[in-house]
Structure formats: C-alpha cells, structure tokens
C-alpha cells in the first residue's frame, strides 16, 4: 500500500519510475544509491553551501568531493558544469528545501539542468526530496525518465515526524534493484510498523489537511522572517523549506 501511495505522489509530481523502493530514511537511500554505482576514490559533486551530514556520509565511504555554487534556484548551470569536468561520477542535489539556504529550483532551472545532464548519461544523479510534504514549493524533477541511473529519495521525517526512519526512493531499474539487493543482506526491511503508519497518514484527509496546514504555516513564518531580516537591512535568502540563509 505504501509503494502504491508514493508512485502516485511520484506521478502527480511528473516523475516517472520503474518502481518505488522503502528505505530508512533520506541519508540511507542516497548512501544504497551511491554504493549502487560507486566505488572508494570516486568524485561526487556536491552542493556549496550544503547539508553538512551529507559531506560526513560522503568522506567515510571514501569519496571525494567536489563542491558546486548555487543561487536562490539551484545549482548554477556552469558551476555544475565545471564540477562535473573535474570528474565526479555522481551529483546529489536538492530540488527544494535546500540546507541551508531554503533555495528552489524552478521549471525553466529543471529544463536546463536536465538538459545539461543528458549530455553525461554516465553520471549518477541523486534528488534528496527531503522536505517533501512542507517545502513551500513545488517539485520539478532534473531525473529524465530514460535516465541511466538516477535516483529521487523523499523523506517523511520532516514532514511527518522525526522518528518516522522511512523514505521513499524512486529510480531506474538497476538502481532499485541494486538498492534492494543490498538491503536485503542487511536490515532486511524497513519496518513495517512504520510504513502502516505512513500509509494512515497519507490515506486520511484529514492528515493532509493538517500537513497542508503545516505547509502553509511554515512558509509565512519563513517569509516573514525574511520581511523582518530585509527591513532591518540583513540579507537573507530562503525560497522554501524550514532554513533562511543569512550569508
């Protein structure tokens, strides 16, 4: 029931995947995603600023970074560029909700990074969706369907409660399978106590009308923050998500 939920919640967002694996959690699902394609010594371009937990997972399976400039949409189109011609073989990059500085990406930035990526089919790209729920912004997705391999991981401890470990991750058939296998002769599963409770959350309207609610309250409080901060003379930045950004 829960794979079924969230390829719908893929689908209403024009994602489009193989099928819906459960992991515990965004951080767990981009570290399987990688270890699916990737091996000790391997470049991986990362966000500049970005999630700091991110970089720590990253380091201790022995991969390199490679770091990539962003603005209020996104990953600039040519810092992206550079970073992948310094050889890293995957990016992880956050479609909205960034941390920390509460950037966006838009439908014309999705167009051109998509665009931009589809001349490096070698190379793993990774959407960590983790605010997804309470962004305050849509999702526009840079993963083309007939992608390689890629992989979408939205989590729901953000927007459903901390302790809730589970994520669902979206992706190319090897990815999946990959992901899967592994899991397999590890913890075996996510547990299913936790993704019945997910699946009571997504199923009852009132749930989401609370969650919406959630959504739109975070949002005017970002912004007013934001109103505050420019009032006072401080530059901020935070186009969705829980952060501001004061550089």
């Not at 809730?164 to 590890?186: F, K, N, P, W």
Request: aromatic letters at 4%; a negative charge; charged letters at 25%.
């Amino acid at each position: 029931a829960l794979v079924e939920l969230a390829a719908e919640r893929f689908a209403a967002d024009g994602m489009t995947t193989s099928g819906v694996a459960v992991v515990g959690g965004a951080l767990d699902g981009i570290e399987r995603a990688l270890l699916a394609h990737l091996r000790p010594g391997d470049r991986v371009a990362v966000e500049d600023p970005g999630f700091v937990r991110a970089y720590d997972l990253l380091r201790p399976l022995g991969l390199d970074l490679e770091p990539f400039r962003l603005d209020d949409l996104g990953p600039r189109l040519g810092e992206l560029d550079r970073a992948l011609d310094r050889g890293a073989r995957a990016v992880i990059l956050t479609p909205r909700a960034q941390n920390p500085t509460g950037a966006a990406i838009d439908a014309k930035r999705a167009r051109e990074l998509r665009d931009l990526l589809t001349a490096r089919e070698d190379v793993l790209v990774i959407e960590d969706d983790h605010a997804d729920g309470v962004a305050g912004s849509p999702a526009f997705t840079v993963c083309d369907p007939g992608r390689p391999n890629w992989a979408t991981v939205r989590s729901v401890s953000k927007s459903l409660g901390p302790d809730l470990r589970v994520a669902l991750l979206a992706g190319d058939a090897t990815t999946l399978s990959r992901v899967e296998g592994r899991q397999l002769i590890g913890p075996g599963w996510v547990s299913r106590i936790l993704q019945q409770i997910v699946v009571t959350f997504w199923s009852d309207p009132a749930a989401q009308e609370l969650l919406a609610q959630a959504e739109r309250t975070y949002t005017a409080r970002r912004v007013r923050l934001l109103h505050e901060l420019t009032e006072r003379g401080i530059r901020a930045h935070g186009r969705s998500g829980l952060n501001v950004w004061i550089p």
